[in-house]
């Protein structure tokens, strides 16, 4: 793991690229937040992240996000009050871990099915949570290694059923860009087709969905120019992955 030094350093870099990235289209920066992506990192990467004053940080796997933050809670040095950090899952979602992340994660990036959708619905009112956000994640650029809807038709059915759950607060929607050859003008597809399916959302059912996740380290230029509001970025904050300490 990096020291708190170098990950500071990074910080400056990304949120410099960002910066750029925003001046390039002619948007705020301040539009446009950083989710640290500690995942296959130890507990010291959330906790660099909430030292560093970053509101959130993003998780794949419930498990791991489960016991991390239990680490982080005993890493918080004694006689200082517990950081307030919010857990975003940003990974694919199992139905059979669907009760799990409604009752550990503050919002869930990653619902892909109505299906989902109305089990998480149905879970917070049995374990009395009020309000679950969540975003609906879509595989804007068609990618048969990705996860979500692949048409807007099958996006709008997702939201609907999302704007019904009693108890969940629909954000907006996310996506993970393809990789191939052409990769940043592929990417720019990507988002630009979500952005796109976002607005027919909000026309349609005449509701806010502010939040557009998209955009990773290797490709969040063209995700600022398309609209993205939350960038998630992990190996340029934090450097390479160690698999193996992985939950």
Known sequence: MISFEEFSENCARVRERVAEACAACGRNPAEVTILPVTKNHPVAAPLYA???????????????????????????????????????????????????????????????????????????????????????????GSDPAKFGTTDFDALRALAEAALAGTRLRLDGLMCVAPIDDDSLETARRCFDTLREWRDRLEGEFGAKLPELSMGMSHDLAPAVAAGSTMVRVGTALFGARDYGAAV
């Open 50 to 140: 909430a030292r560093a004053g970053f509101a959130a940080v993003g998780e794949n796997r419930v498990q791991e996000a489960e016991t991390k933050k239990k680490e982080f809670a005993a890493g918080v040095p004694a006689g200082t009050p517990t950081p307030l950090l919010r857990w975003e899952l940003i990974g694919h979602l199992q139905s059979n871990k669907a009760r799990h992340a409604a009752e550990h994660f503050d919002r869930v990036q990653s619902v892909d099915s109505i299906a989902l959708a109305r089990k998480l619905d149905r879970i917070c009112g049995e374990i009395g949570r009020e309000r679950l956000p969540i975003l609906l994640q879509a595989n804007a």
